[in-house]
């Protein structure tokens, strides 16, 4: 199975601040790694599919870059709604694995 | 619009097995594959498993002994079954074509 490696596990950051998690994957995932955001209670929501693609509605302050094995979720200027925890997930071998996440919090 | 709904029981005995249905609007089950995801409180997510569109399944090895998932595409109906049930099997349950997600279902195990 592929381990995604997410870091950091908890990250507390300030309104305006541009914010970074990473996602190592075990082995190469030929950039099939989509990022969730989750809230309490509440099931994941797609915003970046396929390393760099923009789900519709997700705004642009949110950005994905990476390759073979690593990977970045970018939140440029960071808002109040934008708390919650993320998670990365590689579609591209089998089982699809998600990362154990990032809990982000506002200060 | 696409929607998906998880249904089932919210309790299950230890040792018993699992039945959830996964109803879907807005979409085919021929055109998009479903897939399960579980969680357990504070965790993060596990993927069990996939009905493709084209009716084939795929499995995580893990609980493939375990685990069979199902469709009844008159219905818009996704269906999971799970055998063997243990206390750490409690979590949320979900459907998702990843795109898209259910609610959620909450099931507890326990005596």
């Known amino acids: 199975d592929i381990q995604m490696t997410q870091s950091p596990s908890l990250l507390s950051a300030s309104v305006g601040d541009r914010v970074t998690i990473n996602c190592k994957a075990s082995q190469n995932i030929n950039k099939y790694l989509n990022w969730y955001q989750q809230k309490l209670g509440e099931a994941p929501k797609l915003l970046i599919y396929n390393t760099n693609n923009l789900q519709t509605g997700i705004p642009s302050r949110f950005s994905g870059s990476g390759s073979g094995t690593d990977y970045t979720l970018t939140i440029s200027s960071l808002q109040p709604e934008d708390f919650g925890t993320y998670f990365c997930?590689?579609?591209?071998?089998?089982?699809?694995?998600f990362g154990s996440g990032t809990k982000l919090e506002i200060k | 619009q696409v929607q998906l709904k998880e249904s089932g029981p919210g309790l299950v005995q230890p040792s018993e097995t699992l039945s959830l249905t996964c109803t879907v609007s807005g979409f085919s089950l021929t055109s998009y594959s479903v897939s399960w995801v579980r969680q357990p409180s504070g965790k993060g997510p596990e993927w069990m498993g996939r009905m493709w569109y084209d009716g084939d399944t795929a499995y995580n090895s893990a609980l493939k002994s375990r685990l069979s998932i199902s469709r009844d595409t008159s219905k818009n109906q996704v269906f999971l079954k799970m055998n063997s049930l243990q206390t750490d099997d409690t979590g949320t349950y979900y459907c998702t074509i990843h795109t898209n997600w259910g609610q959620g279902v909450m099931v507890t195990v326990s005596s």
């Open positions: 997930f590689q579609h591209n071998s089998w089982p699809l694995t």
